[in-house]
T-cell receptor
């Protein structure tokens, strides 16, 4: 079964700082990779996704993520964070196999951006 | 587009009663819907996969007789927590996979259940 690890549980950054959130997964086959964001009091929203092709994926609100197959990683990045980026970020993996539609989520990273 | 709603947003009930939570895809047809449970400060745990017109597939450890799922149409799935107990108190979130859109799930706002 696939698993997802997010090593940063709580990250505090000042506005304009650069962001990188780690995500590693364990599965040897083909995967689809996602980053979701959950703003305070709101539902999960899709930030970006990777299915195939260019391993550098650009999403909404200036976020991007890079799929590195050899490292089983899909780290999320943003060059300059804003206070409004304060939220919980979840990495998720959909591993192709008998249960193609199942998403496995990481434990989440709480990002706090200070002014 | 791709909006998913849940009703109610929060519910408080007495132990032993049953609670029904609705999940609707508002502007698309969802052949598959998913029900998750999220504990405070933890990740989402998949409870079951609901396919329109067929029985739900439950994850290991999830009691299918306790968490009844019905997916009667392409836009509606319901989760009924039967004979609720305080340990069932949690945040229940549904998601819907848009038919024809490759493997992307859209999430509802969640339902907070408190069992007294």
């Amino acid at each position: 079964a696939q698993s997802v690890s997010q090593h940063n549980h709580h990250v505090i950054l000042s506005e304009a700082a650069s962001l990188e959130l780690g995500c590693n997964y364990s599965y040897g086959g083909t995967v689809n990779l996602f980053w979701y964001v959950q703003y305070p009091g709101q539902h999960l929203q899709l930030l970006l996704k990777y299915f195939s092709g260019d391993p550098l994926v650009k999403g909404i609100k200036g976020f991007e993520a890079e799929f590195i197959k050899s490292k089983f990683s899909f780290n999320l990045r943003k060059p300059s964070v804003q206070w409004s980026d304060t939220a919980e970020y979840f990495c998720a993996v959909n591993a192709w196999g008998g249960t193609a539609s199942k998403l496995t989520f990481g434990t989440g990273t709480r990002l706090q951006v200070t002014l | 587009g791709a909006v998913v709603s849940q009703h109610p947003s929060r519910v408080i009930c007495k132990s032993g009663t049953s609670v029904k939570i609705e999940c609707r895809s508002l502007d698309f047809q969802a052949t598959t819907m998913f029900w998750y449970r999220q504990f405070p400060k933890q990740s989402l745990m998949l409870m079951a996969t609901s396919n329109e017109g067929s029985k739900a597939t439950y994850e290991q450890g999830v009691e299918k007789d306790k968490f009844l799922i019905n997916h009667a149409s392409l836009t509606l799935s319901t989760l009924t927590v039967t004979s609720a107990h305080p340990e069932d108190s949690s945040f229940y979130i549904c998601s819907a996979r848009q038919a024809g859109i490759k493997e992307t799930q859209y999430f509802g706002p969640g339902t907070r259940l408190l069992v007294l």
